[in-house]
């Protein structure tokens, strides 16, 4: 079987899904629900880039990232990330 990963904006259609993204409990302590980082991407939604991760039609993961955030304020220093 091959393995079809891709990644999918969050949408009212596979929010369930995704907020049923879940780590193994002793991991837990790492990482924050995913629906605490829904939640943030709503209050930031000019930084934040939230995406369901799918193995063919199946939830496998969740991420989110920030992209070219000019980190000072003044322009000389922008940043990107991943969490």
Do not use: C
């Amino acid at each position: 079987m091959d393995a079809t990963l891709r990644l999918a904006p969050v949408t009212p259609a596979n929010i369930d899904a995704a907020i049923a993204v879940k780590v193994r409990p002793d991991q837990e302590g790492f990482v924050s629900p995913v629906v605490k980082s829904l939640a943030e991407a709503y209050v930031h939604p000019d930084v934040a880039w939230p995406r369901l991760i799918l193995d063919g039609d199946r939830p496998a993961g969740f991420l989110m990232a920030f992209l070219d955030i000019d980190w000072d304020g003044k322009g000389l220093d922008f940043r990107s990330g991943l969490w």
